[in-house]
Structure formats: structure tokens, C-alpha cells
């Protein structure tokens, strides 16, 4: 899902989109930070550096290992990107690199022409404002100089191209007298929540008697209420489900070898599985998962597709990653300790511990084959398990 903030000159689109960003689990990019590099290195060519991973722009701006976000931040550089932004083949330059990088993951995107230009069809759209006065005195505090705000508002609004201004379909939100907290809020208040579904039922009347039973501690946590993410759990037990849908704040999308329809029948689409026919390229399913996916859903893919109960994790399927391969959604490596070995007699003794581990996105791996990303993901819930 892409979040667009824009706005002009010191209203507040880097601090409250970062904050936002951290508060919900996604990553965020600042538009800006990408003209001021490119005032800084013309001759840099964003889209190879990007791919080469020479060049970071997610949060702050690293180029060639190195953080540059104070060098960005001078009145002369701001000058010079909103002199150069005037130019098409900059601007296009720019918007080829946002959209590469952001394709299929979940970001906070901040700039003059996010939600106008870049990307029209983002989930959702702020337009922030503030008074000029309070912009300008907000903007001189943060670099210690006078600053002439309004020939900078100018140049923006009144450009042929892409002028800073809000989509019509943008939520507008004036914070001259809010605090950053106020403003992050209002916007995660004005995020689309998913339906009531008879899953998120089963959730709200059987996760805490789940969470009990289990004793589940969640050993580390990512925020997946919003945006598309595909989680990637070990599976132990047959039980390894319910107690990872006992813990989300959401329904989620299981994706459940297509044999299981003869044991639960109907019962596995009210609890929203999508069946998969196992070792073959089942394009139906295939195409079920993206259609979720493009509806910002969570989808559960068991990497290992059948059980392996001893704790050991057993080889990985390359079709978990394909999605992140494809660019289609972030994968979130989900660890789950304590349900080994599960009979009568230790059912309930258990003592379970769930482990959301950071996210990796589609732009994190390119360049890397499938099998290379499953590798490199079992290395990091293989650590975690044995480290849990
Ligand atoms: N309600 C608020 N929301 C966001 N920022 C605020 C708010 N109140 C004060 N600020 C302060 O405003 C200053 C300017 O914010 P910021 O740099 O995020 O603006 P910006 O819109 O990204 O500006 P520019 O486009 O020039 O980079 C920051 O120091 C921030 O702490
Ligand atoms: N989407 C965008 C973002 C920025 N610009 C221009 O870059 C200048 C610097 O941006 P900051 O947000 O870091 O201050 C800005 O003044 C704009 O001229 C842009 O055109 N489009």
C-alpha cells in the first residue's frame, strides 16, 4: 500500500510521515531528499545506483554506505533541488526510481506530487498545511537560518509541471496548531480498515482463551494492521495457525494444500484459505494471492507446505517467495517456538513464543533468484528459532 503525503515547505511531511510510517510497520521515502541528491550528484544515475545498491532511499538517504541526510538538509541544496525539479527529465527521473522502489511493498511517501502525479492510485492521500508563518518559523528552527519560504511556495505551486498541490481526492489536514503527535494521529485515525469477516469473529471471541491455553508470548512484533504482507511461519503443528491467528490484529489469507477441502469442505473459505494444488505451477491460486494482494490483504504461506514436527525446519519451497520476487508484496519471516512434538498428554503444558521478524521487500532482493531469497530467509528464522 502506498500512504502519499504531500504538501508545501515545512508543513510537516517528513516528521509526521516518518512517524506514521514507524507507527503502522511500513517504510518511508522522502521525494524531496531525491531532488536534493540529485542537485547534490547530477551526474548520478538514480535508477542504475538504485539497482546496484549503491544508493539507499528508504528513511534517509544513504549513497555509497554513507548517511547524507545533514549534507541534504542545507537551504542552499533545498534551493537548488526546487530549481532543478522544474525540469522534466529530472522529475521523470525521479518518479521512475519511486515507483521502482516502492513496487509491491508498503510505504509513506512524501512530497509535492505524490498523490497528484506519481501515484494516482494510492491507497490514500494527505495533503498537509500549515500558515506560512508557521512553516517559515518551523523551517528556520531547523536550519538555523532565515529562510524565504515563499519564493520557494512559488516556485512549487506555479510550475508548469506537476505543481505542489492537493489530489482532489486527498484528505486534507491543516496541523498549524496541532503537535507531530496530533497530526500522526489524525492521519492513522483516516486509514481504511479491513471489514468485519467471521474470521476477525473467531478472533475477538477465541484469541484470548487461545493465547491462554497456549501461554503465546509474541517475542517480537511488527505492526501488520494495514498493507499487504505475505508471512512466511515454520509449521510444527497443526496448531501452529490458530495460535498465529490468535495474535494478529487482522484476518489473514491461508494458503492450505487443496486435500484439506475433503476434511473442512465449506468451512475452509469462511475461514478465507486459498487451496493450492502442491508441485505444480497452480496458476488459479497464483492468481487468487495477487488478486489479495492487490487488495492490501495479509496472506499466510508455509515455506516448508507440509509439517515437519521435531522442530527441525524442514527445506523450503522457492513458491513462498515468488511473490517477492515478482514485486507483488513484502514478506514478513514469522518464527513459531513451542508447539514441537504436540500429544494429548503435552497439550497443555505448552508455552509458545512468536517471533514477527522485520519485513524483507521487494526491492531488498533484486537481483537475487528465488532460491537465493528462500536461503537467505530460512538462515534468518533458522537464528531466530535457535535463538528463542
Ligand atoms: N503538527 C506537526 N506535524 C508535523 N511537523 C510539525 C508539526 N508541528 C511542528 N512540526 C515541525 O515542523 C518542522 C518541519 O517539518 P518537516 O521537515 O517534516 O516538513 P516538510 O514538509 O517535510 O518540509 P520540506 O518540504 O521543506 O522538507 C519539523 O521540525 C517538525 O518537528
Ligand atoms: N515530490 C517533490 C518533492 C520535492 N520537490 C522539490 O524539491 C525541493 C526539496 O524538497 P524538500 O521537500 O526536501 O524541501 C522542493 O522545494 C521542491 O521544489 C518536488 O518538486 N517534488
Same mark, same amino acid.
Given at each position: 500500500m502506498i500512504i502519499a503525503i504531500d504538501g508545501l515547505a515545512g508543513s510537516g511531511k517528513t516528521t509526521a510521515g516518518k512517524g506514521l510510517a514507524k507507527a503502522i510497520g511500513f517504510r518511508f521515502i522522502s521525494s524531496g531528499q531525491l531532488y536534493r541528491f540529485k542537485a547534490l550528484e547530477p551526474d548520478v544515475d538514480l535508477l542504475e545506483a538504485i539497482k546496484e545498491h549503491k544508493l539507499k532511499i528508504e528513511w534517509d538517504i544513504e549513497w555509497e554506505g554513507k548517511g547524507i541526510s545533514a549534507e541534504l538538509q542545507r537551504e542552499e541544496i533545498g534551493s537548488r533541488a526546487s530549481e532543478i525539479a522544474l525540469l522534466r527529465e529530472v522529475r521523470d527521473e525521479v518518479n521512475n526510481v519511486l515507483r521502482f522502489v516502492a513496487e509491491g511493498g508498503n510505504y509513506v511517501i512524501e512530497g509535492r506530487?505524490?498523490?497528484?502525479?506519481?501515484?494516482?492510485?494510492?491507497?490514500v492521500k494527505f495533503f498537509l498545511t500549515a500558515e506560512e508563518g508557521v512553516r517559515a518559523r518551523r523551517r528556520a528552527e531547523q536550519v538555523g537560518e532565515e529562510v524565504n519560504i515563499a519564493e520557494r511556495d512559488e516556485r512549487d505551486k506555479k510550475r508548469e509541471i506537476a505543481p505542489a498541490k492537493a489530489a482532489e481526492d486527498a484528505i486534507i @489536514?491543516?496541523?498549524?496548531?496541532?503537535?507531530v503527535e496530533e497530526t500522526i494521529k489524525e492521519m492513522e485515525g483516516r486509514l481504511p480498515k479491513d471489514e468485519f469477516d467471521f474470521q476477525r469473529f473467531l478472533q475477538y471471541v477465541l484469541g484470548p482463551p487461545v493465547r491462554g491455553l497456549f501461554r503465546i508470548e509474541v517475542v517480537k512484533s511488527h505492526p501488520l494492521k494495514y498493507g499487504r504482507w505475505i508471512l512466511t511461519p515454520n509449521h510444527t503443528s497443526a496448531w501452529d495457525g490458530v495460535c498465529l491467528a490468535a495474535v494478529l490484529q487482522r484476518s489473514a489469507y491461508y494458503v492450505a494444500k487443496v486435500e484439506l477441502r475433503r476434511i473442512l469442505g465449506p468451512l475452509l473459505s469462511i475461514l478465507n484459505a486459498v487451496t493450492i494444488v502442491r508441485d505444480t505451477p497452480d496458476l488459479k491460486a497464483i492468481k487468487a494471492i495477487r488478486a489479495l494482494l492487490t487488495k492490501e490483504k495479509i496472506v499466510v504461506i508455509?515455506?516448508?507446505?507440509?509439517?515437519?514436527?521435531?522442530? @527441525?525446519?524442514?527445506p523450503f519451497k522457492e513458491g513462498a517467495f515468488y511473490f517477492l520476487r515478482k514485486r507483488m508484496a513484502p514478506v514478513v519471516p514469522v518464527v513459531i517456538k513451542g508447539?514441537?512434538?504436540?500429544t494429548v498428554n503435552t497439550f497443555f503444558t505448552r508455552h509458545v513464543r512468536i517471533a514477527f521478524l522485520d519485513p524483507v521487500y521487494p526491492i531488498d532482493v533484486f537481483g537475487l533468484r528465488e532460491n537465493d531469497i528462500s536461503d537467505k530467509v530460512k538462515k534468518l528464522m533458522v537464528n531466530a528459532y535457535e535463538s528463542m
Amino acid at each position: 500500500m502506498i500512504i502519499a503525503i504531500d504538501g508545501l515547505a515545512g508543513s510537516g511531511k517528513t516528521t509526521a510521515g516518518k512517524g506514521l510510517a514507524k507507527a503502522i510497520g511500513f517504510r518511508f521515502i522522502s521525494s524531496g531528499q531525491l531532488y536534493r541528491f540529485k542537485a547534490l550528484e547530477p551526474d548520478v544515475d538514480l535508477l542504475e545506483a538504485i539497482k546496484e545498491h549503491k544508493l539507499k532511499i528508504e528513511w534517509d538517504i544513504e549513497w555509497e554506505g554513507k548517511g547524507i541526510s545533514a549534507e541534504l538538509q542545507r537551504e542552499e541544496i533545498g534551493s537548488r533541488a526546487s530549481e532543478i525539479a522544474l525540469l522534466r527529465e529530472v522529475r521523470d527521473e525521479v518518479n521512475n526510481v519511486l515507483r521502482f522502489v516502492a513496487e509491491g511493498g508498503n510505504y509513506v511517501i512524501e512530497g509535492r506530487d505524490i498523490g497528484t502525479v506519481v501515484f494516482p492510485e494510492a491507497g490514500v492521500k494527505f495533503f498537509l498545511t500549515a500558515e506560512e508563518g508557521v512553516r517559515a518559523r518551523r523551517r528556520a528552527e531547523q536550519v538555523g537560518e532565515e529562510v524565504n519560504i515563499a519564493e520557494r511556495d512559488e516556485r512549487d505551486k506555479k510550475r508548469e509541471i506537476a505543481p505542489a498541490k492537493a489530489a482532489e481526492d486527498a484528505i486534507i @489536514i491543516d496541523n498549524s496548531y496541532q503537535s507531530v503527535e496530533e497530526t500522526i494521529k489524525e492521519m492513522e485515525g483516516r486509514l481504511p480498515k479491513d471489514e468485519f469477516d467471521f474470521q476477525r469473529f473467531l478472533q475477538y471471541v477465541l484469541g484470548p482463551p487461545v493465547r491462554g491455553l497456549f501461554r503465546i508470548e509474541v517475542v517480537k512484533s511488527h505492526p501488520l494492521k494495514y498493507g499487504r504482507w505475505i508471512l512466511t511461519p515454520n509449521h510444527t503443528s497443526a496448531w501452529d495457525g490458530v495460535c498465529l491467528a490468535a495474535v494478529l490484529q487482522r484476518s489473514a489469507y491461508y494458503v492450505a494444500k487443496v486435500e484439506l477441502r475433503r476434511i473442512l469442505g465449506p468451512l475452509l473459505s469462511i475461514l478465507n484459505a486459498v487451496t493450492i494444488v502442491r508441485d505444480t505451477p497452480d496458476l488459479k491460486a497464483i492468481k487468487a494471492i495477487r488478486a489479495l494482494l492487490t487488495k492490501e490483504k495479509i496472506v499466510v504461506i508455509y515455506p516448508e507446505s507440509k509439517i515437519f514436527t521435531d522442530g @527441525i525446519m524442514g527445506p523450503f519451497k522457492e513458491g513462498a517467495f515468488y511473490f517477492l520476487r515478482k514485486r507483488m508484496a513484502p514478506v514478513v519471516p514469522v518464527v513459531i517456538k513451542g508447539l514441537e512434538r504436540i500429544t494429548v498428554n503435552t497439550f497443555f503444558t505448552r508455552h509458545v513464543r512468536i517471533a514477527f521478524l522485520d519485513p524483507v521487500y521487494p526491492i531488498d532482493v533484486f537481483g537475487l533468484r528465488e532460491n537465493d531469497i528462500s536461503d537467505k530467509v530460512k538462515k534468518l528464522m533458522v537464528n531466530a528459532y535457535e535463538s528463542m
